[in-house]
DNA sequence: CCTATAGTTCACCTTATGGAGAACTATCAG
DNA sequence: CTGATAGTTCTCCATAAGGTGAACTATAGG
């Protein structure tokens, strides 16, 4: 089954925190350092590397350290893979015309198990 | 800040074990039992109980008891809401005309702290 | 009534998560 | 050289997640 995909399982898990996902609204507007991206939060630096670690291991982020700065950017193609996952299933949602063909096979079998 | 969205906090959550995705596939075709939906899984009823009950307060399924038998459908709707965030964000990102100026501006502000 | 079926609840275990503070490292500025 | 700045690492803590097995409840059928 094509269903455990490792990158959607992180993906998703990322985008579950909402200072995760302020991030990556903060980083739409372009590349950023460290210190520039938790200014907003009320944690503790080592609370916020945290979160930074979480995004760029499951791919939606990406950072790059040049000196003593650590530069991080969006990686929109995971965040593309993401909503490409809902958008199928909205896709077969709608498409279901046979939820009612399903319902019925599955709830009036040709042959009952015996 | 209207990022702190316990809707979508939720929603990802549930969205990112990949036994509830799988569950989600499923209900697509239909509506179905507890049974019938945790068959294909190797974990325990109360294990699968428990994602269940995580999809249900995510807003993802919904589920009804009848008799001794419970149902579960797909609720469409959160799944559309989860989507929308990816989406919103793709657009901004692909529009994106003040990605540079903003970058001009954070790397050269015109009044550099005191 | 009796029993198999479908869920449910309970106590428990292990690991992951999100946070804290303290101490440390590496660089840039003067 | 000497700070100040920007990250980093460390240990610790509380809670949440995901799983187990055993015991329990409530129907549906025969």
Redesign the pocket.
């Known amino acids: 089954m094509e269903n455990y995909q490792p990158a959607l399982n992180s993906a998703f898990?990322a985008l579950?925190?909402p200072?995760?996902r302020a991030v990556i609204q903060r980083l739409l507007r372009g590349a950023t350092?460290?210190?520039?991206l938790?200014e907003p939060f009320?944690?503790?630096?080592?609370?916020?590397?945290?979160?930074?670690r979480?995004l760029e291991e499951s791919g939606l982020i990406a950072?790059q350290?040049?000196?003593?700065?650590?530069?991080c950017r969006l990686e929109p193609r995971r965040l593309q893979q993401a909503e490409a996952w809902l958008a199928e299933q909205r896709a077969l949602w709608e498409a279901g015309a046979d939820r009612l063909a399903a319902y019925v096979e599955r709830e009036m079998p040709e042959e009952p198990k015996p």
Chains 1, 2 share one sequence.
């Open positions: 898990h579950a925190d200072t995760r350092t460290v210190k520039n938790a009320p944690i503790g630096l080592p609370a916020f590397l945290k979160h930074l979480v950072t350290k040049t000196g003593r700065i650590r530069t």
